[in-house]
């Protein structure tokens, strides 16, 4: 699969021209199954990886939770991460993380209900010291309006399909890193759409923290005992 390329390439440059992107960085080892690719973290043996970013959109019509640096679809995305499509999935891929055989085609993203994929905990962390909080994504992205509980979220992997039959990642070419309208592009969705059909109703909550605050988010397999993210 398309994403195995990429993982064969990660220790070197030459990953680069798979993506076609300006500049790829390699997967580092920091410690027993840790690694860093650019400023992205991941911990194996706790099944997570963590990526710094800024709060980039509140108070307007929402279609992504986080998106790369200059992407295409900044305008509406609640948070802005330091990590290009290419490492972003390289990180979900050493998480053990693999597409759903059966996901419906591309073309298809948008009406499907339901998506399929290993589903994720994502998390949201800011401030220092004493005054650090820690929420799940959901919980910061949907306001009151949206008429959505956040813990009825699911994230799962889908590994940006819409890169099958281009020579680019699509991730990194539009920056869609993760959104909840089932974008074939992303590499992370919600696995029901959110706001779909309802343009302008998810706009994030009043507790979310300011544009431009530096947080990490947080993205982690999830099991039983964990709560939505």
Partial sequence: ?????????????????VAQAPVVNPVQSIGPNRFRIGRIEVDKAAGRFTVPGRVLVTGKALEYLATSPGGMKAYESLFELHAGGTEFNLACILLGLERDATQVPIHLFRQEKTLKGPRLRIDVSWGEGEQRQSKPAAALLLNPEAGVAPESVEWIYVGSPASDGRPTFAAQDTGTLIGFSHDANCIIEAATAVG?????????????PP???????????WNANSNAG
Avoid: E, F, N, W
């Fill in 1 to 17: 699969m398309r994403r195995r390329t990429l993982l064969a390439g990660a220790s070197a440059l030459p990953l680069g021209a």
């Fill in 196 to 208: 779909l059909g309802a343009y302008g109703t998810v706009r994030g909550h009043a507790s979310a």
């Fill in 211 to 221: 544009i431009d605050t530096a947080i990490t988010l947080s993205v982690g397999l």
